[in-house]
């Protein structure tokens, strides 16, 4: 059973692009969680995704950032106009159920480098 | 956020057993304690989770103290591999996993 799988690893976009981040969860998991690690500090979520719906995203930035996790396919983070202090390892994780109890499983991470 | 508080960092020799501490002095009846660790530039690794009794798994302990304020992780023998950060959360009924600063340990050959 494949782990939760994320692409790109690393991700290098100029100022204003778009960066596209992807994650697949693990199979049978249908719980979706984005988190970001700035350099030297501790992970912060930042949404949590169903198939097709949107759960919670109070931790996601009002402007610039949007995420999806369409019936068919990965979820996708999606940072517009990137600047410099969107630099960091984005994280994705999957859960198969909800709840206190159950423990996420964490991709490898994309790092997105802004010049 | 769910707080809880660990030492910024600590040391073990390797093949001796590691005790990491966590306080959560503030923890509600129905929240679970959850550990992760998270080795250099990887992904966190979830390692262990409990409720009210101390649970084994193949990768380590969890003791948590009766009144629930406080546990710890146990690593029976630390390996070069074990050198992460190692992240002790409460789990409440938010959907989210609140990450602190965690404890670095460092395994000393």
Not at chain 2, 8 to 28: A, G, K, R
Not at chain 2, 51 to 56: E, K
């Amino acid at each position: 059973n494949a782990g939760v799988m994320q692409n790109p690893r690393h991700l290098v976009r100029r100022r204003g692009q778009e960066a596209r981040l992807r994650c697949s969860p693990m199979k049978g998991h249908s719980h979706v969680y984005w988190y970001r690690q700035l350099p030297e500090e501790g992970l912060k979520f930042m949404v949590y995704l169903q198939k097709e719906n949107i759960i919670d995203e109070s931790g996601m930035p009002k402007e610039r950032f949007s995420a999806e996790f369409p019936k068919e396919g990965p979820s996708i983070l999606r940072i517009q106009q990137v600047v410099r202090g969107d630099s960091a390892a984005y994280f994705c994780a999957s859960s198969p159920v909800l709840g206190t109890g159950y423990e996420q499983y964490f991709g490898p991470g994309t790092r997105l480098t802004v010049t | 956020d769910a707080k809880t508080t660990q030492p910024n960092s600590m040391e073990s020799n390797e093949e001796e057993p590691v005790h990491l501490p966590c306080n959560h002095s503030t923890i509600s009846g129905t929240d679970y304690i959850h550990w992760y660790r998270q080795l250099p530039s990887q992904g966190p690794e979830y390692v262990i989770h409990g409720l009210t009794s101390n649970v084994n798994n193949r990768m380590a302990s969890l003791a948590i103290a009766e009144d629930r304020k406080s546990s710890t992780l146990i690593l029976h023998r630390a390996t070069l591999r074990d050198a992460a950060v190692y992240y002790c959360i409460r789990k409440t009924g938010a959907n989210n996993l609140f990450f602190g600063t965690g404890t670095r340990l460092t395994v000393i050959p």
